[in-house]
């Protein structure tokens, strides 16, 4: 890679340990979002509710340390290296939503977390990702690429609000994945104004762009968690578009690099292609665990009770 050591040395274990206390706040927040009525999209009152749950307070301190991790880790590295170690979060959180209902990941759950880390590695070693830099480009190119992530995050909430209930919450978990990639590129920028000095980061817009876009975001996505009968199919979809995001942003609004050519290109398909088949056997099995080691039936009933009575409006609690 075309980065001195010392800055990946802190660009990556920063970055995984970002995704694993990402993973355990998704685990948290999402077993917490049961337990609460379900209002509607981007209501402020469920964060209310919210707010009176333990479990949801060690989810939020969670996200605190993984957001300081990732600006961390953004301060050292490129997007396109930071942002697909974060795809590493989905696997933490197999683990954390194992351990909060009291059983263990089975070796369909090990195998895709293998998959997953596979595909990441070949993938960033075939592409080299160098840094761009810290600022936005000047010019037009920030215009495109802005309306097409609005018009995906829009597309994304019409799907929640006019699809059938099964798979409503696959567009909300798409927008929050738009949302979040959004505040990862903006906070590389705000990364590198705190290197140069906290003072600086007051005088550039991003600032103020990531204090609107990051609650909004962090706001859907625990509607996805709530609406969702389990974390893993909708944590897949934002786990994939978040990096996705952010690779458009670094390569479109921050001049990264990345390696190229024909057997390059090739290869980075294979390698994404092996990243969304982990991602895909473990959003399978977190969605059909099996009965003889998860007890599954009676926790598949129990959900349904929960999310029946959060659907009434009384609060399911546990």
Not at 300 to 313: C, P
Request: with cysteine; proline share 6%; glycine share 12%.
């Amino acid at each position: 890679m075309n980065q001195e050591l010392p800055s990946l040395m802190v660009a990556v274990p920063a970055a995984i340990a970002g995704a694993a206390c990402m993973g355990l706040a998704s685990a948290a927040q999402a077993r917490a979002t049961k337990e609460v009525p379900v209002g509607k999209t981007l209501h402020p009152r469920l964060l209310l509710d919210l707010a009176r749950r333990p479990l949801w307070l060690i989810g939020i301190s969670a996200t605190i340390a993984g957001l300081g991790l990732q600006l961390v880790a953004l301060g050292f590295g490129p997007l396109m290296l930071v942002q697909p170690l974060l795809v590493t979060a989905l696997p933490f959180a197999g683990g954390f939503a194992a351990w909060l209902e009291g059983r263990r990941p089975d070796g369909v759950v090990l195998l895709g977390t293998l998959i997953c880390v596979a595909g990441l590695s070949a993938l960033l070693m075939l592409a080299r990702p160098s840094d761009g830099t810290n600022r936005l480009l000047p010019g037009g190119s920030l215009v495109p690429l802005a309306i097409a992530l609005g018009l995906v995050a829009l597309a994304g909430l019409a799907w929640s609000a006019l699809v059938s209930r099964p798979s409503r919450v696959l567009g909300l978990a798409l927008a929050t994945g738009v949302f979040y990639g959004l505040t990862a590129g903006l906070m590389k920028v705000v990364a590198g104004d705190l290197r140069e000095g906290w003072q600086v980061t007051f005088t550039h817009w991003t600032l103020y762009v990531v204090c609107v876009v990051g609650p909004i975001g962090f706001l859907l996505s625990q509607n996805t968690f709530q609406r969702g009968r389990l974390i893993a199919p909708s944590l897949a979809v934002i786990t994939t578009v978040d990096p996705l995001v952010g690779v458009a942003i670094g390569v479109w609004w921050m001049d990264e690099k990345a390696a190229t050519g024909p057997a390059v290109l090739a290869g980075e398909v294979l390698a994404a292609t092996a990243i969304v088949i982990g991602i895909s056997l473990l959003s399978w099995r977190n969605s059909h665990p099996a009965a003889a080691e998860t007890g599954s039936a009676g926790a598949e009933a129990e959900e349904t009770q929960f999310a029946l009575k959060a659907v009434d409006g009384s609060p399911a609690r546990r």
